[in-house]
């Protein structure tokens, strides 16, 4: 059985980096051909940051991208998010997802809940 969680900070102040890790467990995060993505939820929308691909590949949404950077650690099985010079908008709770292709998500964590306020 795949689980995600995720962890880190619930707390960041104004223009720090926000940074998520999400433990990958049941599946390596290099199995072909499986896309690890970050999405968060403020109020009722989702919103997708970005992925890294089981090749180590990345893509990040438009509106975010100059201030997010996605990395792994394939030693450990685990996923990074860094969002830099946090803003309050950046209040969310931010999951760790599987896409297996075509934007369909099997596979989800439980989220976590990320506050930016000094």
């Known amino acids: 059985q795949v689980q995600l969680q995720e962890s880190g900070p619930g707390l960041v102040k104004p223009s720090q980096t926000l940074s998520l890790i999400c433990t990958v467990s049941g599946d390596s995060i290099t199995t072909s051909a499986y896309y690890w993505s970050w999405i968060r939820q403020a109020g009722k929308g989702l919103e997708w940051i970005g992925y890294i691909?089981?090749?180590?590949?990345?893509d990040y949404s438009p509106s975010l991208k100059s201030r997010t950077s996605i990395s792994r650690d394939t030693s450990r099985n685990q996923i990074t998010l860094q969002l830099t010079s946090a803003t309050p908008e950046d209040t969310a709770v931010y999951y760790c997802?599987?896409?297996?292709?075509?934007?369909?998500?099997?596979?989800w964590g439980q989220g976590t809940q990320v506050t930016v306020s000094s």
């Open positions: 691909a089981y090749s180590g590949s990345t």
């Open positions: 997802a599987r896409e297996r292709g075509g934007w369909v998500y099997d596979v």
